[in-house]
């Protein structure tokens, strides 16, 4: 069921309508079985290397690079992160668990808040603060009471948008694909009751996080480097586990 207790993962989108980022969780009914984390390099970065070639090991074979040549190793920045995989959405079971909210939401329009919630991440904000939040601001004539952020936020800007899966793995994100299969309907307004959602992030890098002012871009870049660190820590972790074997093979 999905009220199990148990940790679930999670998308929070802020928007700075407000004089306090409001945020916008949607948390998943039902853990994805299976999840593709994909790596892409770099772009290499083309350009001549200006730093002296060390000469080659005693023995070597390898030529050294002509001057001007451009270092075919270089890249512009950190390798592209993505991740893609697929929500179940069940209005029966989301009935079924009890919270009157809930279910009184399910039953009024299956899965479709749900789904209305995962399709507004893909809106672009305005300067007046828009996403989820504020749309609804601008419908009531609510405006932020801030200054707003020092740097002028494109009117086409995509929301800051986190993804939660589990505590050492929080990031931020862009949503590339969202594709929904709806399977079922219900017999009064004909609003979807199951439905699959494949889902494509893109984890957004240091460079492009730039462009996120403010608290949310603070926000933004420490779970960046949160995660980044952890993952270099497992990584030196990992050391420990073929160090034995590996020593024997080295030829010093």
């Given amino acids: 069921?999905?009220?199990?207790?148990?940790?679930?993962?999670?998308?929070?989108?802020?928007?700075?309508?407000?004089?306090?980022?409001?945020?916008?969780?949607?948390?998943?009914?039902?853990?994805?079985?299976?999840?593709?984390?994909?790596?892409?390099?770099?772009?290499?970065?083309?350009?001549?290397?200006?730093?002296?070639?060390?000469?080659?090991?005693?023995?070597?074979t390898g030529a050294q690079p002509a001057d001007g040549a451009s270092n075919p190793l270089a890249v512009t920045g950190p390798p592209g992160e993505a991740f893609s995989f697929t929500l179940m959405l069940d209005g029966n079971d989301q009935i079924a668990d009890g919270n009157p909210v809930s279910a009184g939401l399910a039953t009024a329009s299956g899965v479709?808040?749900?789904?209305?919630?995962?399709?507004?991440?893909?809106?672009?904000?305005?300067?007046s603060g828009g996403g989820l939040i504020g749309s609804i601001s601008s419908a009531l004539g609510i405006t932020g009471g801030s200054s707003g952020p020092s740097t002028p936020i494109p009117a086409a800007q995509l929301p800051t948008v986190l993804f939660i899966w589990g505590p050492g793995r929080i990031l931020p994100v862009k949503v590339t694909t969202l594709t929904t299969t709806e399977k079922?309907?219900?017999?009064?307004?004909?609003?979807?009751?199951?439905?699959?959602?494949?889902?494509?992030?893109?984890?957004?890098?240091?460079?492009?996080?730039?462009?996120?002012?403010?608290?949310?871009?603070?926000?933004?870049?420490?779970?960046?480097?949160?995660?980044?660190?952890?993952?270099?820590?497992?990584?030196l972790a990992n050391l420990a586990n073929g160090v034995g074997d590996i020593i024997g093979m080295l030829p010093v």
Wanted: avoid cysteine.
């Fill in 1 to 60: 069921m999905s009220g199990s207790k148990y940790l679930r993962g999670a998308f929070v989108s802020f928007t700075e309508t407000f004089p306090l980022p409001i945020p916008n969780v949607i948390i998943f009914q039902y853990n994805p079985e299976t999840m593709t984390h994909t790596w892409t390099p770099a772009a290499t970065g083309g350009a001549p290397s200006t730093t002296p070639h060390p000469a080659s090991p005693a023995g070597g």
């Fill in 112 to 127: 479709y808040t749900r789904l209305a919630a995962l399709e507004m991440l893909l809106f672009p904000t305005d300067n």
């Fill in 184 to 235: 079922l309907y219900d017999n009064i307004l004909l609003n979807p009751t199951h439905a699959e959602v494949s889902v494509g992030l893109k984890v957004l890098t240091p460079q492009e996080l730039q462009y996120v002012d403010g608290p949310l871009g603070t926000l933004a870049n420490a779970a960046y480097t949160i995660a980044k660190t952890l993952r270099e820590a497992l990584a």
